[in-house]
């Protein structure tokens, strides 16, 4: 049997070279395998024929055998259309073409029997159905039809009739020309094991089910395999990262470390961020490198306690760095933590793109001799110039900003592996942590410290902008700052909500005495640094900006957070935004402005943002609602991310279920060589296929 990972689609029956060439570039698929791991969306039944009488406009699809016994045209250019009347006998519908109608005025004749599917809407009390399926009409072809498989396709695909029947009929003659089993691809013990049916039938069944209940099986089969390889792949990496990687040695807690915490602390330590530290502690003394994933919400002390593990390194001889996303964000870190350790005699300097050559020959001079102990800086850190004497720990902050193959160059600056802590604000629920960063140690910052107010979220409509303005004049007047965030760039004409450069002007007229500054993704990076300066500064009163600001900038003295247009946001969103305001001693607010106009879905999520601060609430609700969106963009593995039927989401039971398996396989087996095993060594092979293992960098 011929290989079907290596056949090109063009040779599937009924697609051809001109065909294969859309398909590739519209849908990304290949070969043939890969048609056949693109797997409907949903599947209808077909073999229950409705009449017209008992027809409304709620049904999802309908089905009906009749006769066209007319044919008209309405209409001119573009708005011309083409619609039939058809009946079975109980009743009349209407038939309704936009395009191809010259065709379907020659295909379809009238009084004869056609078997009509599609999608009924009601329209002045009569019903119709747009585009229709129509096929002449064939009992026997009736009776096989059952459960049919729709497929999802693009525009561009169905005006040249590559729609989701095209793609049935496709799987449909490679399943009918390929009748030698496909080729398994979990070992036959845990087949047997767990109860599934073979990878043959499970993926003919998702085609075409000869019934729910095989369909039903057919998805947890597929489903089992997609998470299961994704956290084999995950749990291997760790196991042997654990098992080969030597870590760098911090036995002693010296001088500058107790001399900071007698001393130099801003403010008492919470039990939280006491209880990461020991983690970490625990991490450098156990002679295996430290892969550790730091979360906590904007504010908790993250960074203190990254100050607090470098200062372990430099007490024992090494270095520390931060990696931070913009120069911006670099600069804070640099003077949060040179205020933190004043007196202490470490030498803290920072490194980014825009620093003169001069300067930074010298400080890289200092960098390679020793003399800098903690160096902070943007990407400009993974440049080959750049040499420490003893690099020991690597703080890589808000870590979604940088590529896996940005930070493993990192790796590359000490002749063994440096410590690497992850840090990010962004809360992320548990199951999708397990997958996305799996082979990480997971600590948790969970309390804020002592004497930050929670920040206040209050939910306004458009119509009491005045009162809230009102507000805000006060704030500034009193010595606060403000953000206000809009989600467009420019007036979109199909969208109403509030954009960002009309904004910018109503601000401007409404505040007249206050100085307004503007931020968003278009402009050039020294424009945007320019502005986000000045209001770090205390120069301009009022930031209005996109979400480019959702990340990273640290005003204290910013009280106020408006988002514009909040319906427009997702929870983990505003939740980040919100982060931008309460970092002083001051109360917070954060105000929500919507349209009257909301679904239900978006009250559920404004209503969660007033009630709670708690991120990680929040993120497992974002979770619910909205899916793992980006997340998956980010996945740490060598597997690419690409769940075709399981979601992290509905199915995070079986994520937990098929991860334990993995962890029990991989610790009696840990290079998947036992003969038992030899099929899951091939398959993560396959799916490794072209990939850079980055698995074990963080």
């Excluded at 000869?210 to 760790?238: G, M």
């Amino acid at each position: 049997m011929a290989d079907l990972s290596k056949l090109d689609i063009m040779y599937v029956p009924g697609i051809g070279p001109k065909r294969a060439e859309m398909i590739k570039k519209e849908l990304e698929v290949y070969t043939a395998e890969q048609l056949l791991n693109y797997f409907p969306y949903k599947h209808v039944d077909r073999s229950r024929i409705y009449y017209i009488h008992e027809i409304d406009g709620n049904m999802p699809f309908i089905q009906i055998k009749g006769k066209i016994v007319s044919f008209a045209e309405q209409g001119e250019g573009r708005s011309k259309r083409l619609t039939a009347n058809f009946t079975d006998g109980t009743g009349f519908i209407e038939l309704v073409w936009f395009q191809k109608i010259n065709y379907i005025r020659t295909a379809y004749k009238l009084n004869t029997e056609y078997l009509i599917f599609g999608r009924p809407s009601l329209f002045a009390n009569s019903i119709s159905v747009v585009h229709p399926e129509i096929d002449v009409y064939n009992p026997e072809l009736l009776s096989m039809q059952g459960l049919q498989p729709y497929y999802n396709t693009t525009e561009k695909m169905k005006r040249s009739y590559l729609n989701s029947r095209f793609i049935q009929n496709a799987v449909a003659a490679l399943l009918q020309l390929y009748q030698e089993p496909l080729r398994e691809t979990l070992p036959s013990w845990l087949i047997r094991e767990e109860k599934m049916m073979s990878k043959d039938e499970a993926v003919r069944s998702m085609h075409f089910p000869p019934n729910p209940d095989q369909l039903r099986k057919a998805e947890y089969r597929i489903k089992y395999e997609e998470l299961f390889y994704i956290q084999l792949q995950i749990v291997r990496y760790s196991f042997n990262r654990q098992r080969t990687v030597k870590g760098f040695l911090f036995p002693v807690i010296g001088e500058v470390f107790n001399r900071f915490y007698a001393n130099n602390l801003p403010f008492p330590l919470t039990e939280a961020q006491k209880r990461v530290l020991r983690e970490i502690r625990v991490d450098v003394i156990s002679g295996k490198q430290m892969n550790r994933l730091l979360q906590g919400d904007v504010g908790s002390g993250k960074t203190l306690v990254a100050l607090m593990s470098m200062l372990m390194a430099v007490d024992n001889g090494f270095q520390g760095c931060i990696m931070a996303p913009t120069e911006i964000l670099a600069s804070q870190h640099l003077e949060t933590i040179s205020q933190f350790i004043y007196g202490l005699g470490i030498k803290v300097e920072l490194l980014t793109g825009s620093i003169r050559s001069s300067k930074r020959e010298k400080l890289l001079k200092e960098l390679r001799e020793g003399d800098i102990h903690i160096l902070i800086g943007t990407h400009a850190l993974i440049e080959d110039p750049v040499v420490f004497h003893n690099l020991g720990l690597v703080v890589i902050d808000e870590q979604h900003r940088f590529g896996v193959e940005q930070r493993s160059k990192l790796w590359l600056k000490n002749n063994c592996p440096p410590h690497i802590l992850v840090m990010t604000a962004t809360p992320i629920p548990r199951t999708l942590a397990m997958t996305l960063y799996g082979d990480l140690d997971v600590s948790i910052i969970d309390e804020l410290p002592p004497g930050r107010k929670p920040i206040l979220t209050l939910h306004h409509y458009d119509n009491q902008r005045a009162s809230l303005y009102a507000s805000v004049r006060k704030q500034i007047q009193s010595g606060r700052q403000v953000y206000i965030v809009y989600p467009l760039i420019k007036e979109n004409e199909k969208m109403d909500y509030k954009n960002l450069e009309e904004g910018y002007e109503h601000i401007k007229e409404v505040f007249p005495e206050f100085t307004v500054c503007m931020v968003h993704g278009k402009m050039k990076n020294a424009e945007k640094e320019a502005a986000m300066q000045e209001f770090v500064s205390g120069k301009a009163n009022i930031m209005v900006a996109t979400t480019v600001i959702e990340v990273g900038v640290n005003v204290p003295n910013a009280s106020v957070m408006i988002v514009e247009s909040a319906e427009r946001f997702g929870l983990a969103q505003l939740h980040q935004l919100r982060g931008r305001v309460g970092r002083g001693a001051d109360q917070s607010f954060c105000i929500l402005l919507t349209s009257f106009k909301l679904s239900e879905t978006t009250r559920q999520r404004i209503d969660l943002m007033t009630r709670t601060n708690d991120g990680f609430e929040i993120a497992e609700a974002d979770l619910r609602l909205r899916g793992p969106g980006d997340l998956e963009g980010t996945q740490q593995s060598g597997i690419a991310f690409d769940l075709k039927v399981a979601s992290l989401t509905r199915d995070s039971e079986l994520l937990e279920y098929v991860r334990n398996k993995a962890i029990a396989i991989i610790e009696q087996d840990p290079d998947l060589t036992f003969i038992q095993n030899e099929i899951l060594a091939w398959q993560l092979k396959r799916l490794s296929r072209d990939k850079i293992e980055w698995g074990f960098i963080s």
